[in-house]
């Protein structure tokens, strides 16, 4: 049975050695790898192709950038006599054209020619960020446009997701959580971004129920070893 969801790697982009420190694009070409590997485990990628027939979706295409997105950066604004730090991100995107969905790694270092000076807790950011941005864009793309409503479904899917399939998502993450490390050892990143790793951070919908994923099928899931037969 063909797939409804598929996922694929862009090319790293010729500005990147020119606009980013050497050490940058390595580390942001490999976040995107894992980004991509994680993105395919059964768990997840189940979860996405029920997802796509709930919103009567089909054929979608989603693109893994290698490097954060051209409008992602940090400026200052002076406002009440002070100055205050803005971070502008843009994670994901759908081109209602060709129907195509880009993802964006985070902008983690803003300077951008500068060396890389601390690890990324990768787990939590592909639970709060890489998850949710992926449903977010599903949902644009399904027809909704109304931003408000679209980020409190992707809230939804995305604790429904946690809460039903994560015991089994971090058994499939372990190789993954493993390479980066190794990546990040290689670097010489030796500490944490502060609250990169927590899992759960940011809007919450708790107690609405899951039309998708739910524990039993979690279940199911951990006893089978079917391929992509699943809710989660």
Not at 59 to 88: D, E, F, Q, T
Not at 92 to 120: C, E
């Amino acid at each position: 049975m063909s797939r409804r969801v598929s996922f694929r790697l862009a090319q790293i982009p010729d500005f990147a050695e020119e606009e980013y420190h050497h050490q940058q694009v390595a580390l942001y070409a490999a976040y995107a790898e894992l980004t991509f590997e994680a993105l395919n485990l059964r768990t997840v990628l189940s979860y996405f192709e029920r997802l796509s027939k709930k919103l009567r979706v089909k054929n979608v295409s989603i693109r893994i950038m290698r490097m954060p997105a051209s409008k992602s950066m940090n400026y200052l604004v002076y406002r009440n006599g002070k100055h205050r730090l803005v971070k502008k991100r843009l994670k994901g995107r759908h081109n209602r054209r060709t129907g195509v969905i880009d993802i964006f790694p985070y902008l983690f270092w803003p300077r951008r020619k500068s060396k890389p000076f601390a690890s990324v807790g990768i787990r939590g950011h592909f639970l709060n960020g890489t998850l949710r941005t992926v449903i977010h864009e599903m949902l644009h793309k399904s027809g909704l446009r109304e931003e408000e409503e679209v980020r409190t479904l992707a809230d939804q899917y995305a604790n429904a997701f946690r809460k039903a399939c994560l015991e089994q998502f971090d058994k499939e993450f372990k190789p993954i959580l493993k390479k980066w490390k190794q990546t990040e050892k290689k670097l010489g990143l030796r500490w944490s971004i502060a609250g990169s790793t927590k899992v759960g951070q940011g809007r919450r919908n708790e107690g609405l129920q899951d039309p998708i994923c739910d524990r039993a099928s979690c279940s199911s899931f951990r006893r089978s070893h079917s391929h992509h037969t699943h809710d989660c």
